[in-house]
Structure formats: structure tokens, C-alpha cells
């Protein structure tokens, strides 16, 4: 019942249709590269337990190697042991740090590095180091699992005791304890974390080397979740793949591969467009070929099928761009229709068959298209969110984010401005407001889903900055939102903002705006920066380069370097056959994300480290 696991079996199929391979997907290497850089890079949308802003993150630093790493990570990544993941990843990444409690848990621990990761990890050193027998140590299980404050308090007289019997110090015997007693709030066995790590590897391997098949199977599988679909067709934005709107020429009823570089939406994609008709369309162009205009298309779908709603449906999402401009069609669409019933009606009374489809055409006429100006871009826009969920052709965020570039906040980085002090700027387009009144005060405050070309947040407007912003609140509006960044529980930890101040983005403004949320990043970095500028171990950086580097290469770090001035010495690493030099260079600057993605950009992801 996992949609996982649809996806994987539709990937495959995708695959197989378009490359010709077959994919035996409980037979692939384990040991894949290309699928560990990736999970690294953070490349992680789409795939099954891997994906989230938290665990991303932690993938990110911890670098998997192994199938292991994965399936540590999986079972890791739970109320319970979820605080020893920094410490997993510390052992990962210098394995010199690696210890064990007690000799006799090395070769329970040695494949995570020393850290208690399984719920057999907890019995097992039961077993060996309380001297529990294993239906004791079962007792310890069902206690745990049933979270059983009494029973609880006497495994961890009954754990203590015989960890001393069996020759620890009463020190070490409440260590091990300590290490144990998280596994109560919730922990995976070692066979359901190895399930969900394969489950988690067969995605990530698909994605990173049949991506477009693999992106299309992930598409089909969501198509009923607008905010998820949103979120994979920017990730799939990332990689270089374009999802376009539907096409009557190529699309199948689900999202459709075209090539490693192009994904159509699915004619069922289509909200007011039956199921009928589009197999209608499908199946006739199969049978005889793509639709050469919109006459031939309005002759060869078949009658019932062919209606005023569905018809304004598929030229609203671009469905029939090849055939003709958007605006025309919609213009002319009494036209189009009363010339397929005169087809429908050659048909039936034979007149096809004994004119031949140019003399039946000459019978009724042809079809002209009323002379009118094309749509706009906003309009085209505007359809494809009513109709397909999301803005397909082009976000209408994209050129004011073009415009603010590294200046802005992004939803997709809010999470790592979570907790931080003073206020977030980030913009986008308001796709809906609900208002509500206070129970208190009956004071009007509203719920806004904002949406740039990253993903969608919910911004909540409290009473008093209602009342101050109200005229901003405009839905479709493009507007910057300055507030806290907080996560909600009842949602799943869901991030939120709590707005101070909504402004409307206009071209009056806008260079007015980018030149304040530049000053305001530079302040805030060199804040942080200062603040930790007198400890030695966090004020420097280090940037790994390659022992030759063109000279274009320098000047654009010196620039960057430039550009954004702090406390952090940056120290140039290279590595040379072998052997890694540390440079100190003349430069300091500050710790941000805008100097780290610059950077990064010229000399490689990964690149930049702070000590």
C-alpha cells in the first residue's frame, strides 16, 4: 500500500518503454555513486523517507557511503534516538572518534559507528552487558514500546543491577541507561529500518540515474496533490527538466515522458475534462496520427466526447497550442463546435466516405477563427493555475525573483531561519486568504497561502497587522512579508510566518525594496558574524580549490570575497597528490548563504566549510 512502491514499479515501466533496459529492482548495485552524491548534494524530492527539510539537511553533512548509512538514518530519524544523529554523522565523518561503552558492544554498534541506533541495538546490550535472557529482553521491548512509566522504572532497576553484576561500574550502567531510555519515545528494529533504508535506496537510485522516468512516475503518482506537484515540478526545475503543459499531440492520460529534458502534464491532469474525452483523444490519435489543426481534431474526436466545457478546458492549459493561439480558439469556440457537429453529421450520413475527407470538408466549410488579439502572459497563467493546479509555462514569481536574486528569502530556505533573531523578508504571490474572526474581540486576521518559485508557505496575520496591512492583502497580489519564522505542531512541525508587515510588490518599488534586503543580509551576516568573531573556532572558513585555478577564477573569489566582508578568515585548501595544504589568505569574511552559494557556484558544491 506504499505509494512508493507504485511509483517504483511505474518508473520502471517508463524506463523499459523508453530506453529499452529492464530493471530488476531488487537487484541493483548497492554500492551506486551517483546515487550517494546525490542524496549528499541534497537531492532528495521524491524519494521515500528521505526527502523533508530535517532530514535533507542531515544528509547533507553526513555524506552516505553505504546502504548502512541510509538504513541508520531511517531509524535514526525518529522521536526517540533523534539526538544522536549529530554524533552518528560526527563518527561517519572521522571515524577516529568512534568508541563503545563497553568491548562487548563493538560487534553490536560497529556498523553505526558506535551509536545505539535499532531497538535490537537496546536488547541486545540487555542481553550481553545486563545479562538479560532474551525473553527478559522481550519484556524490555513490550515496555518500551507500550511506554509504560511503572514498568519502565523497574527495566531500569533490573538494567542497572545486572549491568553491575555482570562487571560495569554503577557510572557506566547508568550511561548505557541513559543511551536506552530514548527508545521509549519510538524506535525502529533493525529489519524495518533495513525494509524502508532499500525502499529509500531503490528511489534514490531510479532518480539518479533515470531522472526524467523517475520524476515522471513521481508526477502520475501525486497528480491528485497541488502543493506536491508544485514542489516536485521545481525540483524538477532544478535539474535542468521542464514539465510543460498538456498537449493533445503527446500527452497520455498521466504525465508523460518526452525526453531526458521535457515532462508533459497528463491529459487527466485537466480539471473539467473527462476521462472519456481524453481517451477519446488519446485513442484517435494513436489509431491515425497527431492532429494537424484544429478542424482535423474537431472532425476525428468522436461526438459525445467533444463538448463546450472540456474543449475550453484543453486550449485554457495549452493543450492545443500546436494547433493554434489560445485567444483565437476561445474566441471561436460556437465555431469549432458547430464545425464538428457538421463532421459528426458527415460521418453518420456517409458523405466522408463518398467524398473523401477533403470533399466532406468543401461540404461544410471551413472552419475560420475569429481575428483576435492573442492572450497575455498573465492570462494564459491565470488559466493554467485554474485549471491545472499550479503556473506551468512560468511562475509569475520568476521575474521578480530574477530581479531580487540572492536579496530575498526564499520559502525553501525558511527552515534554516527558524530560531534566528530579528525578522524575515520573503516574497511571493498570494494564492489564497482566508479571513477569520477573533472568538475575543471579533477582530478580522487572515491566513494567506504565499507561493514563490521555491514552494508555498502559510503566513499568518494576527489582528493588529491586519488592521495595518489589510490593503495588501490582495489575492494573486505579489508581495514581500516581513515576520518571525515558527514552526507548528499540530502540523507536523510545518513551518510558518507571523507577519509584521505585508508590502505590494510594484515597479515602482521594486529596486527600492532589493537595495533594502541587501542591506539588511549584509547586517545580519556581519551581526552574526561579530558575535562569533573572537572565538577562534568558528571564525574561520575554509574553501576547497584545486591546485591549478584560472586566474577568471581568482578574481571572481576576490570579488565575492569583496562583496561580503566579516570576521571568518577564509583559508584556501588544496589538495595535491595526495597531500592537503591549508593557505591563509588576506581576506575575511562573513558566514552567509549568499557568500556560500556564490562560492560554491565557482568552485563546486560542498566547497565551503566553517571551523
Known sequence: ???????????????????????????????????????????????????????????????????????????????????????YIRRKNNPSLVTYPDP??????????????????????????????????????????????????????????????????????????????????????????????????QTSYLKANWTAEYMTAVLSAESGDADTIATVVADCAKMGIRVLPPDV????????????????????????????????????????????????????????????????????????????????????????????????????????????????????????????????????????????GLYVSEHPFREYAEFFGPALTYVKELPEKKGLPGLTNVGGIIMDVRQIFTKKKNEPMAFIKLEDITGTVEVVVFPKAYAANAHAIVKDAAVLVEGKIESDPERGDELKVLAEKLTPLTSDNLEEKRQMLMYSKRAAAEAISEKVGNNIERSQIFISVPPKMAPSVAAELKRIFGEFPGNRRVFLRVKDNGEAKKIETSFSIAFSGDAINQIEKLVGRGAVLQE
Open 1 to 87: 500500500g506504499i505509494r512508493n512502491l507504485s511509483i517504483l514499479g511505474g518508473a520502471v515501466k517508463i524506463i523499459k518503454k523508453t530506453k529499452g533496459i529492464d530493471i530488476d529492482i531488487q537487484n541493483i548495485p548497492l554500492d551506486d555513486a551517483v546515487t550517494y552524491k546525490m542524496l549528499a548534494d541534497g537531492e532528495t524530492t521524491g524519494t521515500f523517507q528521505l526527502n523533508g527539510s530535517g532530514m535533507t539537511r542531515y544528509l547533507k553533512e553526513l555524506k552516505p557511503a553505504t546502504i548502512h548509512d541510509i538504513m541508520a538514518m531511517v531509524a535514526l530519524f525518529r522521536p526517540g534516538p533523534m539526538d544522536s544523529i549529530p554524533e
Open 104 to 201: 562487548r558492544l563493538k560487534p553490536i554498534l560497529e556498523k553505526s559507528y558506535g551509536v545505539m541506533t535499532y531497538q535490537d541495538d537496546v536488547l541486545l546490550t540487555a542481553i550481553h552487558i545486563a545479562g538479560y535472557t532474551w525473553e527478559e529482553a522481550d519484556k524490555l521491548r513490550k515496555a518500551m514500546g507500550k511506554k509504560i512509566p511503572e514498568e519502565m522504572q523497574k527495566q531500569e532497576e533490573k538494567f542497572k543491577k545486572g549491568c553491575v553484576k555482570g562487571g560495569t561500574t554503577a557510572t557506566l550502567a547508568n550511561q548505557l541507561w541513559d543511551l536506552i531510555k530514548p527508545f521509549a519515545a519510538y524506535g525502529f528494529n533493525k529489519a524495518h529500518a533495513a525494509a524502508y533504508g532499500m525502499i529509500a535506496y
Open 249 to 388: 499531440n503527446e500527452s497520455e492520460s498521466d504525465f508523460t515522458y518526452i525526453d531526458d529534458r521535457n515532462i508533459r502534464f497528463g491529459l487527466l491532469g485537466i480539471k473539467n475534462l473527462g476521462a472519456d474525452v481524453a481517451a477519446a483523444i488519446i485513442s484517435e490519435r494513436e489509431a491515425h496520427g497527431k492532429f494537424t489543426s484544429i478542424a482535423d481534431i474537431a472532425s476525428r474526436v468522436s461526438g459525445r466526447n467533444f463538448n463546450k466545457k472540456g474543449l475550453e478546458a484543453l486550449i485554457k492549459t495549452g493543450a492545443m497550442d500546436s494547433l493554434d493561439e489560445r485567444n483565437h480558439l476561445l474566441a471561436s469556440i460556437e465555431q469549432i463546435l458547430s464545425y464538428h457537429k457538421d463532421a459528426v453529421r458527415d460521418i453518420a450520413s456517409g458523405q466522408s466516405n463518398l467524398f473523401g475527407k477533403e470533399g466532406a470538408k468543401a461540404v461544410r466549410g471551413e472552419l475560420k477563427l475569429r481575428d483576435v488579439s492573442p492572450a497575455t502572459k498573465r492570462e494564459k497563467l491565470a488559466w493554467e493555475r485554474e485549471l491545472l
